[in-house]
């Protein structure tokens, strides 16, 4: 696989994931099948990648607390070198996962991620000299508590001669922040990965290939994840890719973009072209929701 390390900036979470019979039934009762597992855009590519063979280091934090060691030693058994601080004062993040008939809704309390900071980024990437790429969550950026660490992973990553990628996050945090504030965060990075409300709220409601190349002004790279219809990527060249989504029966969308992203790094920097590696993120975006939880299954 890939020669060098990917490092990954962001969140580390608890999922409560409830996947619903129904449409959930307002002051009353709802049937689901419930589980507690590891999650947050970070930790879930981090896993992916390390399935994949690809060495990797999630950098993030956690609370000083049971849930925070369990997260951390999750990884470490799936592959995953842990740079994750631990704050006494926060506790580790949770979010609630309410999903069902393909969709999925999240109900977040960020916890100790919104305390990262510049100087454990430095730290972390300090002590990975074999790095050749740093990947971000957005909501790194997006939360104004961890920003600076954010800021200072990408222009970290520059100083070093890393390629860099962001994945921005989610729809209604873009939208409060705005657009033109996001997208001077992340000028001048190599790969920009958006789903299709994401692309609408940077680019405006265009077709993918125009909103790619409306948001190569700010990323050499766009990649536009369309759930059932694919992905498009497009170049700053004007390179315009695109592949399907392969038809899986759908189980939990919960961390299917996570491990998309993970499969299209671990393709794009093996050197593979746009067709082959959104084929190649496909296929893990597929696997992922075919399954319950944001990871791969041991």
């Known amino acids: 696989m890939t020669a060098g390390r990917v490092l990954v900036v962001g969140d580390l979470i608890t999922d409560v994931v409830a996947v619903l019979a129904g449409p959930p039934a307002t002051g009353s009762d709802t049937p689901a099948a419930i589980r507690f597992s590891g999650g947050g855009q970070a930790a879930n590519t981090s896993a992916w990648l390390a399935a994949q063979d690809v060495p990797v280091t999630l950098v993030g934090a956690v609370g000083d607390d049971s849930q925070g060691r369990e997260r951390v030693a999750e990884l470490e058994r799936a592959g995953v070198d842990c740079a994750v601080t631990r704050h006494r004062d926060h506790a580790t993040g949770t979010v609630i996962v309410l999903t069902a008939a393909g969709e999925r809704t999240m109900i ?126 497009v170049d700053r060249d004007a390179t315009v890719a695109a592949a399907p989504a392969r038809r899986v029966a759908v189980v939990d969308v919960t961390g299917a973009g996570d491990a998309f992203a993970a499969g299209l790094l671990a393709a794009w920097l093996d050197g593979a072209g746009p067709e082959t590696a959104l084929r190649r993120a496909g296929d893990l975006g597929a696997l992922a929701v075919s399954q319950v939880g944001a990871r791969p299954i041991p």
């Open 108 to 233: 977040t309390e960020r916890g100790a991620n919104l305390w990262l900071t510049p100087a454990d980024v430095d730290a972390a990437l300090a002590g990975a000299p074999d790095a050749r790429h740093l990947h971000l969550s957005g909501y790194t950026l997006l939360d104004a508590e961890s920003r600076p660490a954010g800021l200072r992973a990408l222009a970290a990553a520059r100083e070093r001669g890393l390629t860099t990628s962001v994945d921005a996050a989610s729809a209604a945090p873009l939208r409060r922040v705005g657009a033109p504030a996001f997208l001077s965060w992340v000028r001048g990075i190599d790969l920009l990965l958006v789903n299709a409300d994401e692309a609408t709220v940077l680019a405006g409601g265009l077709d993918p290939a125009a909103q790619g190349r409306a948001l190569s002004a700010s990323a050499r790279r766009i990649v536009v994840k369309q759930g059932a219809a694919g992905a498009v990527w």
